[in-house]
Each structure stands twice: as C-alpha cells, then as structure tokens.
C-alpha cells in the first residue's frame, strides 16, 4: 500500500494583489508564476519530492521526504524574495486525493485564499521518518506514442496540443475517479500521474479509455519507493524499456517485488 | 480586420535531449522550462508581445512589435545561457490559426524538432512596421465567476483543478473550430485567447457553449490594439468592468470603434 | 569625444527592508539581489546598454540607447516581479564620472537611499536619437595576463582573488582619477572600463601604474561606438588579438578610425 | 577552536567557453553567472551553509553541514540546467584559509580549470556528523558606519564604491594575514568574513587597521555555531546590537560560552 504525503502550495491573497491598485502587465505575472514555481520545483526536487505547477496560484506538490521543518523554511524563503507569500497544508493518506483532500480542507480552515488577513498558513502532519516505507509512493510515466512523428512535425503547434490536451484531460479525470489517483501534464507529451497502489492491468485499462475517448495512444513506466524521485526516475526508466521494447506497459522490478495490488 | 504575427518557439532535439546519456531528474526538467519560458516572457513581453508556455519544449507566442532582430537576439541570448537552443518560425495572417499553421510550417520544413542536427532554425515573415494597425490583434481574457468561492475554497485542489480544466478545454477547442483563435490557460482561474475579429454576440456564444457542455461559467473582457500588451491590458480592465458591473462580456472601447465584425 | 549616458539604479530603502522585521536568511539577500542584477543585465543588455552589479544596492549602468520610456517600463516590471522598488536617475556627459555625479544627483534629491517615503523615483535626462554619434561610449576590456597559469592552478582561491582584487583596486582608482572612468570587476580576471575619450598612450601609462603598484600585469582590447553593447563587443574582439598577437594594447578600428584623444 | 569545510566551486573550462567559437554578449555572460550563484546561494543556503560570489567562475563556500551527497547532487542539477559544469573541492580545517587550500589543491590536482577534458571533479573530505560541534563556525558580519549618510546620500555612486573597496580590500588582506580569515563584499556596504577561534580585542585591532590605512570606519558582530547559518544570523543579530547600543564589536552569546581565544 502507498502512502502519500500531499502538500497544497497556495499562493495568499494572489487574485486581489494581481489587480491592485491596477492590473498588472501579463507577462510579469507569468514570470513571477514561472520562477516561484521553478524555486519550488528546485526547493522540494533536491529533497526528493516533486511538485507539478497545477494552477500556478495553487500547486501540488508530493512531498514524501520533507519535514515541517522543511516547509517552515520553504515558506520563508519564498516570503524574502518575492511580493507573494505562500500557505502550505500537508495531508498522508494511501489515497492521492484524500490526502490532497486533507491538505487543502488544513488551508481552508485557516481562512480563504483571498481572504486579506490569512497570511502563510502551516498545517497538517508529515509522515515521521520510522513511518516511512519503501512501497509509500509510486508515480506512473506517460507519454504520447510517437507525437513528434504524428502530431509535432504534421500539425501546427496549437492542432498538436490540442491532441495531448484531450488526452490529458481524459486521463486526469478517469484515473482520479477510478482510483483517487492525480495526474499532472509536465510538457512535450508528458503526464506524471501520482498513484495508490495500482498494477499492471490498472494502466492498461487505463490507456484502452484513453485511446477509446480521446484517440490518443499512451504508455507507461511506474515506479514505486519511498520517495517521489526515486520512483520517478525508476518510471522514466521503464518507460525508455517501453520506448525499446515497444511495450505499452512497464512496471520497474520494485513494483513486483513489493506485490502492489489495487485497492 | 485583425492581423496576427504568431511565433512558434521550439526546443531543438529536446526530447532525445532529457533521456541522453540517461534520463535527468524531473525536477530539473521543469526548473528548465519554467525559467526559460519566464525569459521569453520578460524578453517578448517587454517588447509588448505575448508569450504562452503551452507544451514548454513547443510555445506559442503573439509577437506584433517584435522584427526579425528581435528574434535573432532572443535566439542569440537563450543559447548563451541554456543547455539547449531554439527554433523559431514567425507567420502572419488575420486567422491566428493560420498564422500559427505558416509559422510551424516553416519549422518542419527545416526538419523535425528531434532531428539532431537541426538548430536554430529563424523562419518566417515579420510585419512592417508601416503596415500595422490599430487593430491587428485582439485579445481576450476570460476568467471563471467567483472561482474562490465555488471551487478554490470548497473542493480540493485537483477537483478545482479538473473544473477549470473542462472549462478550458472545451473553449479552446470551440474557439478554434469556430474562429480559429488560439486559447491558453495562464494560471488561476484565466484563460487568454489570440481571437481574429469576433463581437460580442460571439463571445456570448462561447460562453454559453461552455456552461452548456462543461458547466464552467465564464466572463470576458476583449481588447484591440496594434500590439499584445496594450490589446491584453484593455481586455484585463474590461474584465474589471464585467467584475464590478455583473456583466458577462465588456469589450473595451477601441473594440467599438475599429468596427470590429465577424468573419 | 565620447558621450555617457549612465543611469545610477538604486533599490529603495534596502537597508531597513533587510532587516525588518528581523534581519532575513543572508543566503535569501544574496539570492534576490544576484537576480535582480540578472534582470537588469537581460533588460539593459539586450537593448544593448551594460549594467554592472557595483554594490547590488547600488548599480552602474550605461544606457546609451535606453530612453525614458525603456527606464519606466524597467522599474514597473521589476515593482510587479519583487519585493523591493528601484529608484533610477540618468546623466549624460563626454565624462562617465560626470555623467554619474549627474544621475546619483538626481535621486539625493528627490531623498535619502534609506527614505521610508522615497520610492521609484526617475529622474535625468536622456540621449535623444539624432543627437547619438559613433563614438558616444568607449569601452575598454582589461583581463589579467595568463590568470589561470599565474594564480588560479597555483595558489588557494582566496589568495588568487586577492591578487586580482589588488590589480582591480588600483586600475579602479587610477583610471577614475586620471580620466574620470569608471571600472567594474566583472568575474573571472575581467575588469570592464566606461571611458571618455583615450589614446594607446593612455592605457599603457594605465597598465605600467597597475603593474608598478599592485605587480598585476594587464593587457587591454578598446572599443568605440553609439552603444556599449557593439563597443565592448569590439573591445573583447581586441583582446583577443592581444592574445594571439601577445600585444598589451589593442584599440579595435573604430577608435583610430574616429580619431580619439586624450582629453 | 573553530573546524571550517570549505568548499571551491570552479566552473570548468570557463575561459574557453566564454569566447568559443566567439565572444559572447557579456550581458548574457553576467547574467548566466550571477543566476548561477543565485542557484549555489538557495542550495547551499537552504542547508544551512553559506556561499560567495568571489569571481563567478571560481566561488567559495563554508559548507558545514553538506555531506559528500549533497555536493553531488549540486553538481547534477548544475549539469542538467547550464551549459557549463562545475567541479567541486572540499577542505577541513581549524584555519579557513587551510581549509580552502585543501580544496582548491583537490582541483588543481585533477587538471587546470581550463582544462579541455577536465570536467565535474568531485574531490575531498566531509565533516561527519557525530564530529561537529557548536564552536566548528565562526562568522563575522562587518558593515561600515553610517555609509548612506556619509557616502550614498553625498558622493556619486562610484566614489561611494571606491570608499567601500578601499575598506574591503584592507580588511581582507589584514584579516587573511593574520588570521587566515576569509572576507567578502556582499553588498551595501558589508563585508562577510569566515573566521577561525577570534576574540574582541582581535577583531577591535582589525577595525583600528582598516580606519587607519583606509579612513573606513567599521563595526562588527559575531556569531558561532555548528554551521554557517546559524552563526552568521547570530553575528547579524549581534550587529543589530552595535547600531542601537552605538558600539563597534558585538560578540553574541555563544562565542562567549564557548570561550573563544585566539590561536
């Protein structure tokens, strides 16, 4: 069984200040969003855990390996260095979006995200390191059979993104209905999908409803361990197997050896 | 009439790139792209431009007001501060799809975006500087009614975040089909489109078309103008309109008086 | 004769910011400032001006070719981007050291650097276009004679920093002294002159003192041209044929060709 | 006694790189190496050590409290987001200056900086953990009295800066000589210095020297800990203390407890 630890990066107070005391030039915003999710992206990554950019305003992030030690100095770190402060909430759960569920209901308590006095909110618990186990997080690996070849180099860039969005967005809402599982696009033809224990089957259903829905044909490497980049990198890994071997669906040994089944 | 330049900046070789020698870690990856969308950003934005980071290793950009010296000096920069270079194909046309249809295409003329020795490819047309008007580009700014209220403090972040999503796929496949504009979600609850000439009724259109198919309602402010910057400006104070009046769609004034009509 | 137009970029009220309410993570400081330089060099540089770090509270740059609507945009920007303001003051003279007094003038005027109620001011003047001629900005480009041989493969790295911090320290002094030119130590064993007007003559008599002084030997490569970007590009040219010549002073042609004197 | 790790950051191949196949923009240059110490500041900084810019092509860091996998892991995420790479060496030392000799003798051994196949040394020694001690760091923060009344507010910029260098480059030959201290400008108007086991008298005679031989009159606060962060925040504090009580040496609590003489 997985066990996730899930944190909500949510930004205070972010729409009110984008547009006061006047809108701000567009593309500002868009470099601030960028580099304050790039900070975070190196912040939790050289910690072991990923984090997605999601809404840029609000972000998940799988945090397996940070302690609230950690999230107190991410927040203080942000807060010298940009206009913005950020509130982080934490939740663990074998299921993805109950622990996210448990991470934002912590920030919701505390007060809105524009309310005008909430400021740098601190919830929620974090996994105590004899608690962690090596089959706690497992990330699965999509991409795109051949995009370069069918959409990258033969349609316009906007025709070719529309295609993976489609895709994405099939899967995005398949895999959290079926299995509470939460899937992110991370670019190119790129979806890291954060998962409970699921196995072979699973993925394959998984991509059968996507090439039936949204005709877009994907593969997947999955990996599992006690932090998301081990299991990450493991799942980048079976997917080059993938890419080799022309299969559809690749488990890392790790999978195998700790007798992942659904839940 | 509008008439949009788009560019199409393109990573070269970027995919072999990220798994060569060996996959690199993920975080990386995104740090990656995420600053160097933020310095196309700072770089086209300044320049009144528009830039979107779409699929990152492929991003679309609105670039009336940028020259070919432009984007030779942007090319000539992020070579010089990056491990990977890019392509860039600019077309214009009154259609956005159209002029992002001749931009790609001048890219996969040069060769395919994984070929290895294709780099820093510089295609395309620029507009004249005595050919530009006032009227050239149009965008707008749609965001979601009270996001805060019924999804950023109710549900939990990847909930919200799958209502958005619906939202923006089905105006961005509408748009395009029906106009041929090109949207693009740039955090929040926001959506900026590159649009051709389209009125209000149009844009009432579109909106009910996503209530009706994804239950996501939406508002909109438009602007017109001879470059991005002042046309996206307009929209984001025309959208404070439709916050403070209840409206639904506020165009700013130049969007009246160019005679903006229906193609 | 030459014609600097410096502009003196001051962050607001940075002394107090950094320690209220309590003095902030050293690391954090060190983080914004560095970047905030980093944009200023992207700005500046890529409108083909030269900012130097200085002080990182205080910045030097040279604008030939900014104009008063390039100055305004740059302080909004980085007002929507951090957590502190910037104050900008330009001058012009045919002496840089002049045209600084001119540009810092203008901010001790409108208040002190550490004024609660000082921010974002822009004051100066500006070059006007028909005005600018081919030998408004001479640059000079001065590296240490084989650095890597000498000290950084020989001695630990502190002591080889102090020995180009000595050679910097007295070319800084000599050069502002004599010639009211302005140096910056720019990384590496690099020091990077605005200067007025000068001949060979000069700058050898500038690199006899360094070595007499300090026991650093310089050699030289100058450039001239409307803008610091094209003027240093030629002086770097230069020196790189000091190197493969192994000459100890090199004006690129424009220098000869627009007859500089010492003035 | 004090027990410093220094580490030296070299950039491999700098030299060539920045003039092959020929010169680039310095702009670009000044901004890919101060993004790059930003980048060294947030990890090194963030693990509670400390690093200074020095010359950008060669850094120095006390980096107690990193271990042999962190610097690893440094030098992986540099490689995946530059186009350059960076070798790391790593010393111990009661005296910092020692300590820095050992470390940069680790990358002198392994080849010349400029090097053509030298690339992303990683040589050594690491502080384990159950050897640290709250006396290992000694950190002293030095800031020039009233420098915005006297110089910033008074004196062009450049003149400011002359004064500013004039005082470092005292101090940091006197503290080195010594001492074996290492000393770096940070900013403003202060100075950062990495000291072994130093008493008030040592550091009152160290601000005599420097207002006698250069007319800059400094203060001082101290701080000592187990790593770098802690101590530096002390001394920060500590400097705090000087600039409300009027005095010139502040030593916190802990340099006295842990009864620091000279050695």
Known sequence: MTNSQLTLVQIDNYG????TPEPRREMDLQTLQSRLFADLAQFVGSRDGYVFFTRFDNMVAITNGLDADDHRLLQETIGNRYPVTISLGTGIDASPVEALEAATAGLQHAGSAQDGDRREVLSGEFL??????????????FDVNDATGKYTDQLNEFDSFIQIEQGYATLMRYLR??????????????????????????????????????????????????????AGMDAKHALETCRHEGTVVELSRPVDEVGITTD
Chains 1, 2, 3, 4 share one sequence.
Not at 16 to 19: A, E, G, H, N
Not at 128 to 141: F, G, N
């Open 128 to 141: 105590a390191e004899p608690e962690r186990t090596s089959s706690d997080v497992q990330i699965a690996h």
């Open 177 to 230: 209905e079926e299995y509470g599982a939460l899937s992110f696009f991370v670019g190119g033809d790129n979806i890291i999908s954060i998962c409970p224990a699921m196995d072979g089957d699973d993925y394959r259903d998984a991509i059968d409803h996507v090439e039936a829905e949204a005709g877009v044909e994907l593969k997947v490497g999955v990996g599992v361990a006690s932090n998301p980049h081990v």
């Open 16 to 19: 009110p200040w984008t547009v």
